[in-house]
Nanobody, 123 residues
Framework: DVQLVESGGGSVQAGGSLRLSCVAAGATYIQVCMGWLRQAPGKAREVVAVVTGDGTDTHYSDSVRGRFTISKDNPKNALYLQMDSRKPDDTAMYYC?????????????????WGQGTQVTVS
């Protein structure tokens, strides 16, 4: 069974940095599109960043482009999200997710596997 486990959430002051990690328990599925999504209270869940299966291509939402960096380490079955220049609007539950293809479409519907989420609060 595929399992994604996030870590690294917490509270940080505006302007600070935080790094989220996601470890995938499974075989080779890490070599697919993976992404980070977030959901703030009272708001719809949104795709924040995605990376292709081979880790060479990344895409970001307009709200985080230039501040967040997504990366993956396939041999370690790990996905990361480096968050810099944090803003209060970044406060949300962040989810790691894995899709079924090597390419990404930047749509929530492409993700078949989800982690339990990690809370990030910016004040």
């Amino acid at each position: 069974d595929v399992q994604l486990v996030e870590s690294g959430g917490g509270s940080v002051q505006a302007g600070g940095s935080l790094r989220l990690s996601c470890v995938a328990a499974g075989a080779t599925y890490i070599q697919v599109c993976m992404g980070w999504l977030r959901q703030a209270p009272g708001k719809a869940r949104e795709v924040v960043a995605v990376v292709t299966g081979d880790g060479t291509d990344t895409h970001y939402s307009d709200s985080v482009r230039g501040r967040f960096t997504i990366s993956k380490d396939n041999p370690k079955n790990a996905l990361y999200l480096q968050m810099d220049s944090r803003k209060p609007d970044d406060t949300a539950m962040y989810y790691c997710a894995a899709g079924g293809l090597r390419v990404c479409s930047f749509r929530e519907s492409e993700f078949a596997y989800w982690g339990q989420g990690t809370q990030v609060t910016v004040s």
